[in-house]
């Protein structure tokens, strides 16, 4: 069965400091994966997504993620973190399902990324 | 802006109670998914529905049933709510790859 996991509940870091959000996966076959981002009181916004191609995949907002097929993981990464950031991550991968095309995602349990001014 | 849209934004009512939640997906989407956010289970996978008819389910309650209409939108209906059916509820249409999310439906049951 697919999963991922999120190792972090919580992940602290200063503003201007570089933020590692960690996640985790197993899947069978070749892994397509996500990750969202959940302000408060707000829906979920993709970010960026993990296909095919190079393993550093650039998204929204200054993300960018590692995918690294050797360790499982799929890291959220920014160079320099800001205060607008702090929000709930979410990291999910595809479930294909008995019928291939679009199927349901299976998410993380999230992690909450405080950036402290 | 997602362009999905899901309404009420916000709901209350009573243990007992049913109710409807309404989602239209970004124009051109076939595909709506509904998914539910508690604070016990995270993010669960509900249902899905493409192009008119049921495609996946996941941990859905037999209280629970979905539909979608022929202009895409589709209703998730909620029975015999219990206080552990409060919850975010979100609805989500696909795009190439990722899925696009609304805001959601807050259920508050009493």
């Not at chain 1, 095919?52 to 393993?55: A, L, M």
């Not at chain 2, 941990?59 to 037999?62: D, K, V």
């Given at each position: 069965a697919q999963s991922v996991a999120q190792p972090e509940d919580q992940v602290n870091v200063a503003e201007g400091n570089p933020l590692t959000v960690k996640c985790t996966y197993s899947v069978s076959g070749n892994p397509y994966l996500f990750w969202y981002v959940q302000y408060p009181n707000r829906g979920l916004q993709f970010l960026l997504k993990y296909i095919?191609?190079?393993?550093l995949v650039k998204g929204s907002y200054g993300f960018e993620a590692e995918f690294n097929k050797s360790q499982t993981s799929f890291h959220l990464k920014k160079p320099s973190a800001l205060v607008s950031d702090s929000a709930l991550y979410f990291c999910a991968v595809r479930d294909w399902g008995f019928?291939?095309?679009?199927n349901k995602l299976i998410f993380g349990a999230g992690t909450r990324l405080a950036v402290h001014p | 802006d997602s362009g999905v849209t899901q309404t009420p934004k916000h709901l209350i009512t009573a243990t007992g109670q049913r109710v409807t939640l309404r989602c239209s997906p970004r124009s051109g989407d076939l595909s709506v998914y509904w998914y539910q956010q508690s604070l016990d289970q995270g993010l669960q996978f509900l249902i899905q529905y493409y192009n008119g008819e049921e495609r996946a389910k996941g941990?859905?309650?037999?209280r629970f049933s979905a539909q979608q209409f022929p202009d895409l939108h589709s209703e998730l209906n909620l029975s015999?709510?219990?206080?552990?059916?409060?919850a975010l509820y979100f609805c989500a249409s696909a795009g190439e790859d990722e899925q696009f999310f609304g805001p959601g439906t807050r259920l508050t049951v009493l």
């Open positions: 095919t191609g190079d393993n019928s291939g095309g679009y | 941990n859905i309650l037999e015999s709510l219990e206080l552990g059916d409060s």
